[in-house]
């Protein structure tokens, strides 16, 4: 299973409804995620794809209640809102401890990145203390740059996605023969 959390405003919606193949352009907008969204994720072919699972910002206090049997974590943070960079970092660090996502792989998406300059993405990783995270964490993390409306980093997303649904069905074919 995947799922696709952040903060409340962080691109989530957006992000997911661009995977998913919806036209998104600078007049586009969503609501917060009040819930759960589920979004398809396909191939570049559109022939298979991945379930991805969105839980709203809001309901952060209760992620931990979905977190039996995820293999994926999309982790979204706006990385124009440098004043939101502590919550982002609680929230993941959250994430990262808990005893059901230790084999978990993780992509922290920067998004809105056509709204932000270039050194936010090494502000808001020093704010997090990335590197140290990167070293005292079991969970193998990405960094991926993403803009919603311009498309930026969509594809890198969409193969991060796919690649690792194909290194698990690797695993379960092999269970499957012993």
């Known amino acids: 299973m995947c799922l696709c959390l952040g903060p409340v405003k962080s691109g989530k919606t957006l992000l997911m409804k661009r995977l998913q193949g919806d036209a998104i352009d600078d007049a586009t907008q969503t609501i917060s995620t009040n819930g759960l969204n589920f979004f398809l994720v396909k191939n570049e072919q559109g022939q ?17 209640h979905y977190l039996e049997g995820v293999q994926k974590v999309i982790y979204v ?24 996502l230790a084999n978990a792989s993780f992509v922290l998406v920067l998004s ?14 020093l704010v997090l203390h990335f590197a140290r995270l990167k070293r005292e964490t079991r ?19 969409r193969k991060w996605i796919l690649q690792q649904k194909n290194k698990l069905s690797m695993k379960i074919n092999s269970k499957q023969k012993i």
């Open 77 to 100: 943070m706006d990385a124009s809102n440098l004043c939101q960079i502590s919550a982002v970092g609680i929230l993941l660090y959250s994430l990262l401890v808990n005893p059901k």
């Open 48 to 64: 298979s794809g991945i379930i991805v699972r969105e839980i709203g910002g809001n309901m952060a206090p209760l992620w931990k």
């Open 139 to 157: 969970q193998n993390i990405t960094i991926i740059e993403t803009s919603s409306v311009t498309g930026q980093g969509i594809e890198d997303l």
């Open 112 to 125: 809105k990145m056509d709204l932000s300059y270039r050194q936010m993405r090494n502000e808001a990783l």
